[in-house]
């Protein structure tokens, strides 16, 4: 499909009039978490609002980030990135800068380059980074990119990335930078929350080597800088994270997404998102498009209430979890698992279907044995 086609084909399913919502690193992390489904990589990809839609289908998301958090965490940003970014650029040198390749002396505190970003709309602000990134390594020198534009081709739909800064060190080595509001207490931070970052910062590497693979001496780091609050103040600390094993994962994962068109052309004709659509209408176009439900959604998606609510209509097995749908086999639904535990479905012979028989004859026999009115837990 021609670019200016597929452009017009997502508006019409955006709805009239509707921008749309630029995908960011974190809606990637997640969404490579989760290739197979399908209808979010067509929502995200064509700019689609999944909270006005969720909400427009009665099942509103509290998936987000609080305003106070929000707010509090542009604060702690602002404090690391002052003067020039003098306390970022200490601690990027305290923690990898010596590393990071011969000929890298400290950088001189107020002596940092920081060049002016501002372009036209996200694709002229992804070329004005490139030609900085392109400058700052010909010069040789310390600088600090301040929330750059990054571009990376998702399901054939362009997706434009704005990392918190990207440092270029004196011998080209180009290296990531993410500052997060939650606590680093005894230099170690909640581990859950590092993970999330770390996936969120492989997305910025791999858009960032697209630039690097284009500059001559240029080459991006596979560990980043993480910057948390210490302690419980507001003082910044950093650690290095490696995020070559996130970077891989994500990356495979992005090449697996069906493309974008495909999955529009995929649709009935007349299909839209608009909001402004009655609720039956918008839950029928939702339902054209095949999800692959998880628990783990919930953390990630403002539609997963929606998708959650529909897998427990239908009974699904992935509802109970990924770990649970890999171990039930050909088994897809609730039913089909308790019929084959109870002798009245499934073919005998197979391993499923016999481990299913054995844990149900186990706990028949333990709640046989067990005294009258005590609780059996199994």
Known sequence: MPATALRQR????????????????????????????????LLDGAGVNKAALATALGSPSGFGQSQFAFMRGNAFEARVKADGGTELMRLLYERKGAGAGPGC?????GETHVPDLAAAGPEGRAARTALALREATAAGGWTLLDH?????????SPAYLEPDAVVVHPDGHWT???????????????AAKVGAAARQAAVYVLALERVAAKVAGARVGHSVLLVCPKDFSNLPAASVVDVRKQRSVTRRQLERLTRIEDLADALPEGTTFDVDRPA????????????AYAPECLAA?????????KARAVGAVEALGRSVRGELGGLTTIGEVLAAAEGTAGDPADPTVAALRRAAALRTEALAGAPAGAEVRC
């Open 280 to 291: 039956e209408e918008l839950a029928a176009a939702v339902e054209a498009v095949e999800a």
């Open 148 to 156: 750059p534009m990054l571009a990376l081709e998702v399901a054939g």
């Open 10 to 41: 997502l508006a019409e399913l955006r709805g009239p009039s509707v921008a749309p919502l630029p995908l960011d690193a974190r809606a990637l992390a997640a969404l490579a978490a989760n290739p197979g489904c399908k209808r979010r990589a």
């Open 176 to 190: 990531v930078v993410e500052i997060k509001s939650f606590p680093m207490i005894d230099d170690s931070a909640d």
């Open 105 to 109: 002396e400290p950088p001189v505190a």
């Open 301 to 309: 998606c403002e539609l997963a209430f929606h998708c959650r609510a």
